[in-house]
């Protein structure tokens, strides 16, 4: 089951909503309908879904209509038309009995701002959700001091939010949103009121915890490397309509329309795009069973002069060249005693940015290895096609 689904999801803004509406369905724009009727159009029959555990970014500039489509899922806007379902239920049908419901056990929200209450101290922040659902003061106190370990604070329980850096204080937002352990975190524009440095510092504290927590996160912001580093998928706005959802390297390669490829262009796609992107199959193996004689043939066989070797669970165990391989065969001795150790490995995720310098000073590929297994290997001709035909790909784009 998806854990959100918007279908169709429109807000209108003005005296006639419904007018509005039936303009759109007719075909027409946000423009024309503001110019007829002086009403705006925020949010345009967006559908889009999220599975559980993804971080779904959407992303747009100044009036594109985000922040309109966030609050439009938890109702804090009421919408035109359209459905929002969460766990198979449509929250724009539920009472608001059921609504509050819904957003104190699934619902977490971050905002920019921060809105910390100023006469609180972070620990009573915090425990703030859990207060209102009427949790007991010792078990709410306790939820959110593991809640403040999470997210870097610990030792800060006492401290007034005006004693806090910004970075500080939009932790303490965040710890407030896990503490009531929703499952689904609502996060608008939550570090763009933060300094370059402290924003990238937030951004990789929030990866982390999403590797523990797994929660499912839609992420609003108007920056396209928050966007690329942070989203599993992302959406992308302009004038309330979704006009292109994919992931980055999906984006990046293959933009909808013109409005995209212009956000795209100048992306440094060396940051972007990871080791799984490049990586290759060998085109031979052998096992750390094999003896020399095998690994000769096998090197012999595709014209390698090395071959990598695992065991008969995939698992990586290292290189063997045809020099090793030789003197094995001569002395005797087992290939995983000649097994080079000046081979780098990396996971599938890491970026290209952080390959580039390892792949001009080795002189064996680099092994991808993902628990043990390898899955792939990059050669230092990977990694600059990947990233030069990326740049011929835009250049194209730019004068077709």
């Known amino acids: 089951m998806k854990k959100i689904e918007v279908n169709k999801l429109t807000k ?4 006639h909503p419904k007018q509005g509406l039936k303009l759109l369905k007719d075909g027409k724009k946000k423009d024309e309908i503001l110019a007829d009727t002086g009403m705006t159009v925020g949010v345009n029959q967006a559908s889009f879904s999220v599975e559980p555990g993804e971080i779904f970014v959407i992303m747009g500039l100044s009036g594109s209509g985000k922040s309109t489509l966030i609050r439009l ?19 724009t049908k539920m009472d608001k009995q059921s609504l509050i419901e819904t957003r104190r056990k699934k619902l977490g929200m971050v905002f920019q701002k921060f809105g910390l209450l100023p006469h609180r101290n972070v620990l009573q922040n915090v425990a703030y959700g859990l207060e209102l659902q009427n949790v007991s003061k010792q078990e709410r106190e306790e939820r959110a001091k593991k809640t403040l370990i999470d997210v870097g604070l610990q030792g800060y329980e006492d401290s007034m939010p005006s004693q806090l850096s910004g970075g500080m204080q939009q932790r303490v937002g965040l710890a407030r949103a896990l503490t009531n352990d929703p499952d689904i975190l609502l996060m608008d524009e939550a570090f763009s009121a933060l300094d370059p440095i402290i924003r990238t510092e937030m951004q990789d504290e929030l990866l982390k915890l999403q590797h523990r927590l797994n929660k499912t996160v839609l992420f609003i912001t108007h920056d396209l490397d928050e966007a690329l580093k942070l989203g599993d998928r992302i959406a992308i706005m302009k004038d309330g309509q979704i006009v292109q959802i994919g992931t980055a390297e999906q984006i990046l390669e293959n933009p909808a329309n013109d409005y995209v490829s212009q956000f795209v262009k100048d992306v440094d796609r060396s940051k972007i795009l990871e080791a799984s992107h490049v990586m290759k199959k060998p085109k031979v193996l052998t096992t750390d069973k094999d003896g020399p004689n095998m690994a000769i043939r096998k090197m012999e066989e595709v014209g390698a002069s090395s071959i990598f070797v695992v065991d008969r669970d995939d698992n990586f165990q290292g290189l063997l060249t045809i020099d090793d391989a030789i003197r094995s065969h001569k002395e005797h001795l087992p290939i995983t005693e000649m097994l080079r150790d000046d081979v780098h490995t990396t996971a599938p995720n890491t970026p290209l940015d952080d390959l580039i310098g390892i792949a001009a000073d080795t002189k064996y590929p680099i092994a991808v290895v993902e628990e043990g297994v390898l899955c792939g290997i990059i050669s230092r001709v990977s990694i600059l096609s990947g990233l030069v035909l990326g740049k011929e790909k835009d250049n194209e784009g730019a004068t077709s």
């Not at 209108?12 to 005296?15: A, E, I, L, Q």
């Open 12 to 15: 209108v803004f003005g005296p």
């Open 73 to 91: 899922i938890n109702r804090l806007i009421e919408p035109t038309d359209g459905e929002v379902i969460i766990d198979g239920e449509n929250i």
